[in-house]
C-alpha cells in the first residue's frame, strides 16, 4: 500500500502547467541539444495560460469576494504582483505611478482593470456552449438549441436579431456569437418553428401541427 501515490498527489501533478522533464530542462540548461525543443514547449504552455487570463479576470470579478477569499492566499496575491512585475520588466513597459500602498490612485490604464464587460464575457461562453452551430456542414456533431433563446421566440413577438442578442446579453461586435445565434434560427426556420418577416423572427406553429389542423 505504501507505493499507492495518495489521490491529492496526483491531482497535484496532472494540474500542473509543466512536466517535471520540462521543469528541470527549463532549471538546467546545460544540455542545449534538445533546449530548443524543451523551450518551444514551455513558450507554448506559457501562451496558452496567458489566453485563460481573461477567464481569471471573469472569476475574479464575478465569483462572490468571501469565495475567491478561501482560495486566494496573501502568498498568491504577493506572487501574481511578482508575476506582474516580471513581465512588466521584460517588456520594459512600466505605466504605474502612484501611492504603494493604494492601487486605486495609480495612474495606470484602469479601465483595462475594471471589471470584464460581461457581455463580451457571456459571449465567450455563449461561444463556448454553442459553437456546435458553425461546424462545417458535412462534419457531424449534435447541435443542442440555446432553451433561452427558445424561450424568448415563444413569447409570441416578432423580435429583430439585434433585440434577441440583447435578450441573451450577447455583444453584438462577437461576430462568432452572432453568427451561432443566427445558425439556430435558420435551422429552426428550417424545421418550420420560426420564420423570418420584414420585421424580424417569430414563433409559427409547426409544420405537423398545421397538417394536423387542416
Known sequence: MSDIT???VRNLKRDR???EKETERLVNREDK???PVYDARVRKKLSNWLKTLDEVFLIFNSLPEEQTSSVVTNENAFELLCLAVRALKIKDYFPVDGLVNDPYSWKVEYDRCKPLDYKKSNSKLYRAKYGEFIIP????GSRKFDTQLLSFLQLGATMTLERLLHGLDIDPSDSEAVEIVQMQLEALSKYGIVENTNNGWRWVVPRESKQKKS
Open 6 to 8: 495518495p489521490s491529492h
Open 17 to 19: 502547467l509543466l512536466t
Open 137 to 140: 456542414p458535412g462534419v457531424s
Open 33 to 35: 541539444t534538445k533546449q
